[in-house]
Structures are given as structure tokens and as C-alpha cells.
């Protein structure tokens, strides 16, 4: 009697793949005349077209590089088109114009943009600023200042909040370090 072996179905990670067998997964050629690099990047054929070229990286960066895709329209189609798509897009063109360091790198949330509007400051003012604001703000409406004036005590909470969440986000990002790691 054969003494039963030990499945890899068991545990976690799951050792074997979902598949029903072993064997190894077919590789898709690139689809240019000659080459033998794997063709993982899909490329239409024809615009508008379900049925794809299949190239490797290279060879799909020449086939892109000569596609013209506003071929078969005419001034006013075209026109329209990439109007179309401009307008899609506008988001990520709006947002280009932030860099990728310091408080004004276009990852301030929500919370902390309201709050900066409250201090009446830039989206990209650094802490600093944030501080020297909520000062010159919070003295004009302190309580101590102007007592029995609701308008001004309302204010001052404003002014408060906003300033909490603007020290709680800027210790949020030293805590990260600049590069976003400990």
C-alpha cells in the first residue's frame, strides 16, 4: 500500500495554481515578423477595431509612434473628437501644475483646503504661514478680547478648528518625513 503524499492545496498561500494542471502557461509571441521577445502589449489593428496586434514593448512603441488616431475624419470630426477628450482629461491637466514636495504638493485633503480658505491662505502656504495667519485671525476674535460678542466667539471656534486640522495634517507629514517614509 502507497503511503499518501502530502497535497499543496493546504494553507496559505495557496502553493499550486487554479488551474487543473502543472504545465506551464503559454507565452504569446510578439506579433512583428522576426522577433522573439513575449508580445504582452495589445495594439489595435484598425481604429474603432476589436482585433489586436500583439508586440513587445519596442515594437509597440514604433507601431504607436506612427498611429494616427484621427485617420478616416475629417477637420470638424477631428475637432470635435479631441474636444471631447480634452474635456475628459482636464482634470489631470488642472492638477499638472503641482510638484512633488512640500505642503503644496496637491495632497492636501479636503478638510485641510476649507481650513486654509478659512485662514484665507494659498493651497501651497507651508506651516508657517498657517501659524502667522491663525494669530493675526485669532486675536481680533479672541474671547478675552471681545467678550459677550457671539459673532466674534463663533468666529474664533472657526478659526480654532481650522487650525487644528492644518497642525494635525502638518504633523501627519513630518512624522513621514519628506520623502513620504520614516
Known amino acids: ?10 494553507g496559505f498561500p495557496r502553493w499550486r495554481g487554479y488551474g487543473s494542471g502543472r504545465e506551464a502557461k503559454p507565452v504569446r509571441m510578439c506579433d512583428r515578423a522576426g522577433c522573439d521577445q513575449p508580445g504582452n ?3 489595435p489593428k484598425s ?7 500583439y ?3 519596442r515594437h509597440a512603441a514604433e507601431y504607436n509612434s506612427n498611429w494616427n488616431y484621427f485617420e478616416g475624419l475629417d477637420k470638424e470630426e477631428a475637432s470635435a473628437r479631441e474636444q471631447a477628450e480634452r474635456a475628459e482629461g482636464a482634470s489631470y491637466r488642472q492638477s499638472s501644475w503641482n510638484a512633488w514636495a512640500g505642503p503644496g504638493d496637491g495632497s492636501r485633503s479636503r478638510d485641510e483646503l476649507r481650513a486654509l480658505e478659512v485662514l484665507e491662505l494659498d493651497p501651497d502656504a507651508d506651516f508657517d504661514a498657517v501659524r502667522k495667519a491663525w494669530r493675526s485671525k485669532a486675536k481680533l476674535v479672541h ?3 471681545r467678550p459677550g460678542d457671539e ?3 463663533k468666529e474664533f471656534q472657526k478659526l480654532q478648528v481650522a487650525y487644528e486640522v492644518l497642525r494635525a495634517a502638518e504633523e501627519r507629514r513630518t512624522w513621514k518625513g519628506p520623502e ?3
Open 151 to 153: 459673532a466674534a466667539a
Open 143 to 145: 474671547p478675552d478680547v
Open 47 to 53: 481604429p474603432n477595431s476589436p482585433e489586436r496586434w
Open 55 to 57: 508586440f513587445c514593448e
Open 180 to 182: 513620504g517614509t520614516f
Open 1 to 10: 500500500m502507497s503511503r499518501q503524499g502530502r497535497t499543496n492545496d493546504w
Open 41 to 43: 502589449c495589445p495594439a
